[in-house]
């Protein structure tokens, strides 16, 4: 059952979470959680009355790990699918909020994807990367990437999911533009796409899906946008506005896997 206390303290906006430490776990080990601070302040606005609890959830379910890539090294968070689901696993590849730091990502996987991909047997992973600079880098971080998840995990390469918010959300077409092949479906919360449109072309025939609150109103137009340069490469994709919500989005997470589960042919 989903804890709600939990969901809205980490579901904070990135102007709160504070700055990144400059320390790094080692890899296959559990990191600190990072978010004290931000728990804090959540505490202060009125959303909860204890932060222990969403710091357990995070601590006990999430792993750091590093990967090497040439840009030196990669953080990378990963959630193992429940002991007792089939392998070789699917995965969601999840791109955080803003600068995409640690403090992100966990805000990002404790609000969606901490639990219920567990349970229905995925594997989440979670690099702590900016989405824009995916811009650049994309092909470089996830050559990188899926070489580690080859080394480490029994996955399902043919059922990965990508997943991103906000500025992940725009990192999110980046990251399927360089590598098109790697992703079986594709949903933001939200995310939008700016470059030509023709580039588009080779999503077609992937799932893509939409996430974008009703006041927020500068993502919901870009939203349209996007959505405008799919269709007119003959992609069709899906929509859902959330009322009355603004850029960080309330949703029961199970709502996301269905539509996951589905894309993936689960």
């Known amino acids: 059952m989903r804890n709600d206390t939990a969901l809205a303290v980490l579901s904070i906006p990135a102007e709160l979470v504070p700055s990144p430490s400059p320390t790094r776990p080692m890899p296959h080990t559990s990191r600190p959680s990072p978010l004290l601070a931000s728990l804090a302040l959540a505490a202060l606005a009125g959303f909860v009355p204890a932060e222990t609890h969403a710091q357990q959830r ?3 379910a999430l792993e750091w790990h590093e990967a090497p890539w040439s840009g030196g090294t990669l953080d990378v968070a990963l959630v193992r699918p429940a002991e007792g689901t089939s392998a070789p696993h699917p995965v969601i590849l999840a791109l955080p909020w803003g600068a995409g730091t640690a403090q992100l990502v ?11 991909p567990a ?6 992973v979670a690099p702590e990367v900016r989405g824009s ?8 971080v996830l ?6 998840m080859d080394a480490e995990l029994d996955y399902d390469a043919q059922r990965v999911a990508l997943v991103g918010a906000s500025n992940g959300g725009s990192g999110a077409f980046f990251a399927a533009l360089a590598q098109p092949d790697r992703f079986a479906a594709i949903m933001t ?6 470059g030509p449109a023709e580039d588009l072309a080779v999503l077609r025939d992937k799932p893509i899906y939409f996430l ?4 927020d109103e500068s993502w919901l137009g870009m939203t349209e946008e996007t959505r405008a340069a799919l269709e007119s490469q003959g992609i069709a994709s899906g929509l859902r506005v959330l009322g009355g919500q603004g850029h960080v989005l309330r949703i029961d997470p199970s709502l996301l896997l269905d539509w996951i589960d589905v894309s993936l042919k689960r």
Not at 119 to 124: A, P, Q
Not at 212 to 215: A, D, E, L, S, Y
């Open 143 to 148: 050559s990188a990437l899926f070489s580690w």
């Open 119 to 124: 349970r229905r047997g995925y594997y989440v």
């Open 58 to 60: 995070i601590g006990d």
């Open 189 to 194: 919360l939200p995310g939008q796409y700016s």
């Open 212 to 215: 974008v609150g009703q006041r």
């Open 106 to 116: 966990e805000g990002f996987v404790g609000s969606y994807w901490l639990t219920e």
């Open 133 to 140: 600079n995916l811009s650049r880098t994309a092909d470089e």
